[in-house]
């Protein structure tokens, strides 16, 4: 038999009819969200048409729900109206829904893994781009388009073009105060917000084995920002160690079955990518954006870029605009610049290893005076594990807010967002124009950077930490 990748067992096993001029993919779990589902029911109806498989659906409110006052519901109009159709649609079409109020209720991308929905080797969809994240599992997930939500409920399969496979190579070892988010974002400032276009990115090398499944989930959940179609890391004992006992997960004799054939998920030797780009880490400083696309990044002992320094004149331009933008002049100290909010949430950094993380950083101090700042968790399930290690003290003793779960400020759908110029340092995955709040400007970082920029009041290295007196003896903060 001919050596696969990851993403060629998978889709293989998927493709209903190999010899259409579009193949055909049978989807295993099809996740719903408010913002992007009435109009694909909508259709549905209009159609005549009923759901094929309730079953494989599943749906959770998260994009613009309030992280305060739940009981007093939704004062936003549109917001409420998409709620509402999504729990009349999922009651109508005998789908599974974890509304605001659900226990266990949170961003769909955290709730997927965290109940057992998502394993090895399914095809996952889901109305948003950040379905990516369920790839660390070794499946194959991506985010899908309103007409095409339409087409999974009635038939539960999609017609897809095949991407092409690239082998995105992780190797040494994750310097102290550096985080799988800093990988990610190096590496799209390497390859570029469109470096993956058209492709499924594979992460492999011994620093992915290495990371535990969340911080699995923080690559695979950002390599949509650099253009790829989804991002997969093989499965290994740690993902059915994470997986086992799950709500949905099997269990009994058919745990072990699935176990035995998870573990034929890896990338055959001898299998070919269309690409592999190397990166090693063992010099990686911590990342922090300075632009306006996730892509225009740099390390946090570096200066704001000048435009001067790019080669190609698109690139000059892109970045004068970002600079613009973001009120920031070339040759600043990415660490003199100033925040007036921290946010530490998101699908891409709202689990509990990364408020531990963060709360690590921030036990014993308080936030700075110029500073307001949120910790979201990204779902009730986190929330409740956070409390029980008693997190939520360590962040309100410092002066945070601790929040009920949700996409939060990291879109402004919902009460959380940024006023006209305010700058944010940022755990979630875009820093496009407006994308906190009109006139908003964003700063990606990870947790552990977020939350000593809370204390210090300015973006700052967490390599210089001590986390005592919250900066080294001698250096002043400006
Ligand atoms: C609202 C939704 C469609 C959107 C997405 O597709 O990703 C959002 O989740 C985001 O992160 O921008
Ligand atoms: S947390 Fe942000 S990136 Fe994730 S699904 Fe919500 S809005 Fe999209």
Request: hydrophobic share 35%; proline share 5%; aromatic share 6%.
């Given at each position: 038999?001919?050596?696969?990748?990851?993403?060629?067992?998978?889709?293989?096993?998927?493709?209903?009819?190999?010899?259409?001029?579009?193949?055909?993919?049978?989807?295993?779990?099809?996740?719903?969200?408010?913002?992007?589902?009435?109009?694909?029911?909508?259709?549905?109806?209009?159609?005549?048409?009923?759901?094929?498989?309730?079953?494989?659906?599943?749906?959770?409110?998260?994009?613009?729900?309030?992280?305060?006052?739940?009981?007093?519901?939704?004062?936003?109009?549109?917001?409420?109206?998409?709620?509402?159709?999504?729990?009349?649609?999922?009651?109508?079409?005998?789908?599974?829904?974890?509304?605001?109020?659900?226990?266990?209720?949170?961003?769909?991308?955290?709730?997927?893994?965290?109940?057992?929905?998502?394993?090895?080797?399914?095809?996952?969809?889901?109305?948003?781009?950040?379905?990516?994240?369920?790839?660390?599992?070794?499946?194959?997930?991506?985010?899908?388009?309103?007409?095409?939500?339409?087409?999974?409920?009635?038939?539960?399969?999609?017609?897809?073009?095949?991407?092409?496979?690239?082998?995105?190579?992780?190797?040494?070892?994750?310097?102290?105060?550096?985080?799988?988010?800093?990988?990610?974002?190096?590496?799209?400032?390497?390859?570029?917000?469109?470096?993956?276009?058209?492709?499924?990115?594979?992460?492999?090398?011994?620093?992915?084995?290495?990371?535990?499944?969340?911080?699995?989930?923080?690559?695979?959940?950002?390599?949509?920002?650099?253009?790829?179609?989804?991002?997969?890391?093989?499965?290994?004992?740690?993902?059915?160690?994470?997986?086992?006992?799950?709500?949905?997960?099997?269990?009994?004799?058919?745990?072990?079955?699935?176990?035995?054939?998870?573990?034929?998920?890896?990338?055959?030797?001898?299998?070919?990518?269309?690409?592999?780009?190397?990166?090693?880490?063992?010099?990686?400083?911590?990342?922090v954006?300075?632009?306006?696309?996730?892509?225009?990044?740099?390390?946090i002992?570096?200066?704001?870029?000048?435009?001067?320094?790019?080669?190609?004149?698109?690139?000059?331009?892109?970045?004068?605009?970002?600079?613009?933008?973001?009120?920031?002049?070339?040759?600043t100290k990415m660490e003199k610049i100033k925040l007036d909010r921290v946010f530490i949430?998101?699908?891409?950094?709202?689990?509990?290893?990364?408020?531990?993380?963060a709360?690590?950083v921030v036990?014993?101090h308080k936030i700075a005076d110029n500073i307001t700042a949120l910790?979201?968790?990204?779902?009730?399930?986190?929330?409740?594990?956070?409390?029980?290690?008693?997190?939520?003290?360590?962040?309100?003793?410092a002066g945070f807010?601790?929040?009920?779960?949700?996409?939060?400020?990291?879109?402004?759908?919902?009460?959380?967002?940024l006023?006209?110029g305010e700058r944010c340092a940022s755990?979630?995955?875009?820093?496009?124009?407006?994308?906190?709040?009109?006139?908003?400007r964003?700063h990606?970082v990870?947790?552990m950077m977020a939350a000593a920029a809370a204390i210090t009041g300015r973006l700052t290295d967490i390599?210089e930490w001590?986390?005592?007196k919250g900066v080294k003896?001698?250096e002043t903060v400006s």
């Amino acid at each position: 038999m001919a050596a696969k990748t990851l993403f060629e067992k998978v889709w293989d096993t998927h493709t209903i009819d190999p010899s259409l001029d579009q193949p055909l993919l049978f989807i295993d779990l099809h996740l719903v969200h408010e913002v992007t589902s009435p109009q694909a029911f909508s259709l549905l109806r209009e159609q005549g048409r009923t759901v094929r498989r309730p079953d494989l659906t599943f749906a959770t409110t998260d994009h613009n729900v309030p992280t305060t006052d739940r009981n007093q519901g939704l004062s936003d109009v549109l917001a409420k109206k998409q709620v509402q159709f999504l729990t009349e649609n999922c009651k109508e079409f005998g789908i599974d829904v974890y509304d605001l109020n659900h226990p266990d209720n949170g961003i769909v991308h955290i709730i997927g893994p965290e109940l057992g929905l998502t394993t090895p080797g399914k095809t996952i969809v889901c109305g948003d781009s950040h379905t990516s994240t369920h790839g660390a599992f070794g499946s194959l997930a991506f985010g899908i388009g309103s007409s095409e939500i339409t087409h999974v409920l009635a038939t539960q399969t999609l017609p897809q073009d095949k991407p092409k496979t690239m082998n995105v190579e992780i190797e040494g070892e994750m310097p102290p105060g550096v985080s799988s988010k800093d990988i990610i974002l190096k590496i799209i400032g390497e390859m570029g917000t469109n470096g993956g276009s058209g492709h499924v990115i594979e992460f492999t090398g011994s620093t992915v084995r290495n990371m535990s499944m969340e911080e699995r989930m923080t690559i695979c959940n950002m390599a949509i920002e650099a253009g790829a179609r989804s991002g997969m890391i093989a499965p290994d004992e740690k993902t059915f160690q994470y997986l086992k006992d799950r709500h949905f997960a099997p269990k009994g004799q058919q745990w072990e079955d699935a176990v035995k054939e998870w573990r034929n998920l890896y990338t055959d030797s001898g299998a070919i990518y269309d690409s592999t780009v190397t990166i090693n880490i063992n010099d990686l400083a911590p990342q922090v954006t300075w632009g306006t696309n996730p892509g225009q990044v740099t390390s946090i002992d570096q200066s704001v870029p000048a435009p001067e320094a790019f080669t190609g004149a698109s690139d000059q331009t892109a970045s004068e605009a970002a600079l613009h933008y973001m009120g920031l002049e070339p040759h600043t100290k990415m660490e003199k610049i100033k925040l007036d909010r921290v946010f530490i949430g998101s699908c891409t950094n709202a689990r509990i290893e990364d408020l531990r993380l963060a709360a690590k950083v921030v036990s014993g101090h308080k936030i700075a005076d110029n500073i307001t700042a949120l910790v979201v968790p990204g779902s009730y399930h986190v929330k409740r594990r956070a409390e029980k290690e008693g997190l939520d003290q360590i962040f309100t003793e410092a002066g945070f807010e601790w929040r009920e779960p949700g996409c939060s400020m990291c879109l402004g759908m919902n009460p959380d967002f940024l006023q006209e110029g305010e700058r944010c340092a940022s755990t979630s995955n875009r820093n496009f124009e407006g994308r906190q709040g009109k006139g908003g400007r964003t700063h990606l970082v990870s947790p552990m950077m977020a939350a000593a920029a809370a204390i210090t009041g300015r973006l700052t290295d967490i390599r210089e930490w001590d986390f005592h007196k919250g900066v080294k003896e001698n250096e002043t903060v400006s």
